[in-house]
């Protein structure tokens, strides 16, 4: 199985700050990330590690340097307090990161 | 409008069996797989199950295997879960996804709660 590593499990951030988010794989895979707010469903931000998903702003981007995956948020809006994840599409299962939890600071 | 809904969610006790529905409008249903992805209550995301377009080829993670089954009928553009043998630690919300790329959707979730 892929191992998916989330880091950091929360953030405090303001409205305009740059955001990193990053999933380290145990392996090299493809990579998602989701957002997810407070009982909604995900949806999906990023596929094949770096490519925009229909609709999502272009302030979120996906970046991989090796087995290392970034999400980065360039400057953070109200609407991006949100938990995310990761979740590699590689190989079964599809396992997801533990989720970082975006809060406002 | 593209869309999924689940169904079937609901109480059941330990050792009983439930079966899930989710429901897909607005696209060829057919030419997309599909997962079940589970989330227990506050916690993070577990993918638990994939199916083809085609229904031929099913995966499950290991948490489930041999005690749920994932299937399709695309006439009735449904996707279904069969669960068994329900555990204290199956409870959750339970959501259907299309794709794993381009296209994902995901449905608003069903809850199912095992408990005594």
């Known amino acids: 199985d892929i191992q998916m590593t989330q880091s950091p499990s929360s953030l405090s951030a303001s409205v305009g700050d740059r955001v990193t988010i990053t999933c380290r794989a145990g392996q090299n895979t493809f990579l998602n990330w989701y957002q997810q707010k407070p009982g909604k469903a995900p949806e999906l931000l990023i596929y094949g590690t770096s490519s925009l998903h229909s609709g999502v702003p272009s302030r979120f981007s996906g970046s991989a340097s090796g087995t290392n995956f970034t999400l980065t948020i360039s400057s953070l809006q109200p609407e991006d307090f949100a938990t995310y994840y990761c979740q590699q599409t590689y190989s079964t299962p599809f396992t997801f990161g533990q989720g970082t939890k975006v809060e406002i600071k | 409008e593209v869309q999924l809904v689940e169904s079937g969610g609901g109480l059941v006790q330990p050792g009983g069996s439930l079966r899930l529905s989710c429901a897909a409008a607005?696209?060829?249903?057919?030419?997309?797989?599909m997962n079940w992805v589970r989330q227990a209550p506050g916690k993070g995301l577990e993918w638990i199950s994939y199916i083809t377009s085609s229904g031929t080829t099913m995966y499950y993670a290991d948490t489930v295997r041999g005690r749920f089954t994932i299937s399709r009928d695309n006439a009735k553009n449904s996707l279904y879960l069969q669960m068994n043998s329900l555990r204290v630690e199956d409870t959750g919300f339970y959501y259907c996804a299309r794709g794993l790329g381009y296209g994902n959707i995901w449905g608003q979730g069903t809850l199912v709660t095992v408990s005594s």
């Open positions: 607005g696209f060829i249903f057919s030419s997309y797989e």
